[in-house]
């Protein structure tokens, strides 16, 4: 089981940024794919941006929802196990809970290219977005 732990979130205006960070205990894997899903109060959580690696990290392509293309960037530093989400140009609904997950094992690629949360082995406990208008 992985470890993971969120940090960055918080509250900004429309139209600020916030950065993510989500450090892992370790990387066991050859491949895997890690992402950022957000879940809003009575809404199902949905995927933002995944990134799948492969190779031993030699390898990677990334996804994203189309409602945050353009805006969000997903990146990695290897040498920390740590993924970052860089969210630029806020909206009010981006505001939600945000998690990191990890998939270790299966159809990883898949995981990565449609995220669907029950794919995902293991979670972080999340760290608040609220975006003002």
């Known amino acids: 089981q992985v470890r993971l732990v969120e940090s960055g979130g918080g509250s900004v205006q429309a139209g600020g940024s916030l950065r993510l960070s989500c450090v892992a205990s370790e990387y066991t894997s050859n491949r895997y794919c890690m992402g950022w899903f957000r879940q809003a109060p009575g809404k199902e959580r949905e995927g933002v941006a995944t990134?799948?690696?492969?190779?031993?990290?030699?390898?990677?392509?990334?996804f994203y929802a189309d409602s945050v293309k353009g805006r969000f960037t997903i990146s990695q530093d290897n040498a920390k196990n740590t993924m970052y989400l860089e969210m630029n140009s806020l909206k009010p609904e981006d505001t939600s809970m945000y998690y990191c997950?990890?998939?270790?094992?299966?159809?990883?690629?898949?995981?990565?290219?449609?995220?669907?949360?029950?794919?995902?082995?293991?979670w972080g406990r999340g760290t608040q977005v609220t975006v003002s208008s």
């Open positions: 990134i799948y690696t492969a190779e031993f990290r030699a390898t990677f392509e990334t």
């Open positions: 997950a990890v998939d270790r094992d299966g159809d990883i690629w898949n995981s990565c290219r449609a995220p669907r949360p029950e794919r995902f082995d293991d």
